[in-house]
Each structure stands twice: as C-alpha cells, then as structure tokens.
C-alpha cells in the first residue's frame, strides 16, 4: 500500500491535487447554477452539467499543473472523455455510484486491463507496472453543490475490487466561487446539456 502512496505522490504533487479538488467542487457549485436555467428539467440536467464541467475544469488544473492530458472518445464512441497522465499513471476523474468504484461500464475496463486501450501509453500492466503505474480514477461524490468525498483509487485489473484508495482534501466551496467561469465555455456546456436532454424525450 505504501508503495502505491508513494508512486501516486510523485506523479500527482500535493499542488495538483488541490487544483484537483478545486475543480471538483467548483464543477459541483456550477452545475447547481447553470440547472436554474433549465426551469422543470434542472433536476435532470444538473448531472450532465457537472460531468461537463468537472471534465474542463480538470483539464484547466492539468495545464495550470503542467501535467499532459487528453480527450478521446470512450469505447462506444459516443461521447468523450478526459485522460490524466503523469509518471506512468493514467487519470480519469468519475462520480461514485454506491460504492468505491464507478459503475460498470465497458470503457473503463478497457482502461485497466492489458495495454490500457487506446487512449493510454503504450505499456504492459505486469505485477511490477501495477506499483510503477497504471489507472487511477479520481473518485467524487456529493449531492447538489455539495461534495462530500474525493479519493484517488486504484482498480483490480478485473474492475471489481480496489487495490489502493486516497482520500484528498476538500477546497471549500467559498474559496472557489470567486473564480470567474469562462462565457464561451459556459455557453458549449449548456449547449450540450440541451442536445442530451433532448435525446432523452
């Protein structure tokens, strides 16, 4: 476990997980403001808009933290997400959904098993790259504006138990608040959200 801790500290310094958490929460606080708009269908909007936005804003603390990253399409292509990468260790952030691991999806045992698929570096997942590196999801959970966890934790390569879990600290909502939200940006998510919640109908 210690080498795990250590492995993930070194590719993921305290300065970058706190811009981590940062957009995290403030992804969180956004998605709660821009579901006003929605009048009836905020409730069913609000999850779209915080994925969207945890997704740019964790790209927004990747390029600040100097760390490279990615946006490609997941398995069923049909839609995008964004990849982490620093010292061999592959990052992908998720919401829980009633436990330690994100719900069952075939893209995301794609990621941890044999050569990481597609959107990975090219490497093995042998026992002694699994300490080296490997995929490591940041985990978020949290009803509304509020969160209420945020781990850094690493999958078995057959999804179904955890080999590692962090905790990381939470920014307070009030310390990022303040920091003003790009128009254009804001104007693309909410787009988006419109064009899924009208698939749904």
Known sequence: MKKYQLALQDAFSDAARKAFSSSIVKAYVQSVNGSKEFGS??????????????????????????LSYKAASNYAKNCNHLTVTSKNWSL??????????????????MYVKGRMGDLFDDYDQGSEVLIMGGHVYLMHDGIGANVDAINLTVPSTDMKSVLFTESLDIVSPFDVEEE?????LDTKIVLKVEELLRKQK
Do not use: I
């Open 41 to 66: 269908f905020a409730r069913e909007a609000q999850p779209y808009l915080r994925w969207f936005w945890c997704e740019a804003l964790l790209e927004k603390a990747a390029r600040q933290s100097g």
């Open 180 to 184: 003003k939200v790009e128009d254009e």
């Open 92 to 109: 992908t952030a998720h919401h829980s959904s009633n436990g330690p691991l994100p719900r069952h999806a075939v893209y995301r045992a």
